[in-house]
T-cell receptor, first 116, second 113 residues
């Protein structure tokens, strides 16, 4: 199956700093990638849809200026959590859709963010 | 938007027994229904999916059924094994909605020896 790589797998940062998370499709091109957030023992909540070469589409309630998304190539999307606060601590996970196969999503390994 | 409900939230079965997890969805236009298995701290893994043009799909010990009229779909695991223990999520999407997946709330399955 398609492989999605996500880095870093975990990060600890001080409150007020920014953290960048990378999501790469290793063996396929992905025009569209999705970013999810998952709190402990809860479901995956879609934050935004990342589109190559255009602006991301954010879900209701997600601050676009706080969660910056850049999808500059067909294999890379980045999520930057700006001015992180403890309430941003969560498991962030990306997924990618293989171009030409509109339905199946493949997930990255996730990033556990802890903001002190 | 789409709303997916999932039951039960926790499920304990004896090894060898069957497990059934049920989901309902609200958007009648949804046409793709995948099931994911997620182990603690790991990525969700697609285990089976079904499209709205079929009513049932089976892959070894795993099967999924879909009732479009009632807008519900179910995951069936037979001959459960300890390694089946994980959190299972159902999801739904529709082609016209950007293929965004809406996930259910998850079911913690525990297979006891």
């Amino acid at each position: 199956g398609a492989v999605v790589s996500q880095h870093p797998s975990w990060v600890i940062c001080k409150s007020g700093t920014s953290v960048k998370i990378e999501c790469r499709s290793l063996d396929f091109q992905a025009t569209t990638m999705f970013w999810y957030r998952q709190f402990p023992k809860q479901s995956l909540m879609l934050m935004a849809t990342s589109n190559e070469g255009s602006k991301a589409t954010y879900e209701q309630g997600v601050e676009k200026d706080k969660f910056l998304i850049n999808h500059a190539s067909l294999t890379l999307s980045t999520l930057t959590v700006t001015s992180a606060h403890p309430e941003d601590s969560s498991f962030y996970i990306c997924s990618a859709r293989v171009n030409g196969y509109n339905e199946k999503l493949f997930f990255g390994s996730g990033t556990q963010l802890s903001v002190l | 938007g789409e709303n997916v409900e999932q039951h039960p939230s926790t499920l304990s079965v004896q090894e060898g027994d069957s497990a059934v997890i049920k989901c309902t969805y609200s958007d009648s236009a949804s046409n793709y229904f995948p099931w994911y298995k997620q182990e603690l701290g790991k990525r969700p893994q697609l285990i089976i999916d079904i499209r709205s043009n079929v009513g049932e799909k089976k892959d070894q010990r795993i099967a999924v059924t879909l009732n479009k009229t009632a807008k519900h779909f179910s995951l069936h695991i037979t001959e459960t094994q300890p390694e089946d223990s994980a959190v299972y999520f159902c999801a739904a999407s529709r082609a016209g909605g950007g293929n965004k997946l809406t996930f259910g709330t998850g079911t913690q399955l525990k297979v006891e020896l």
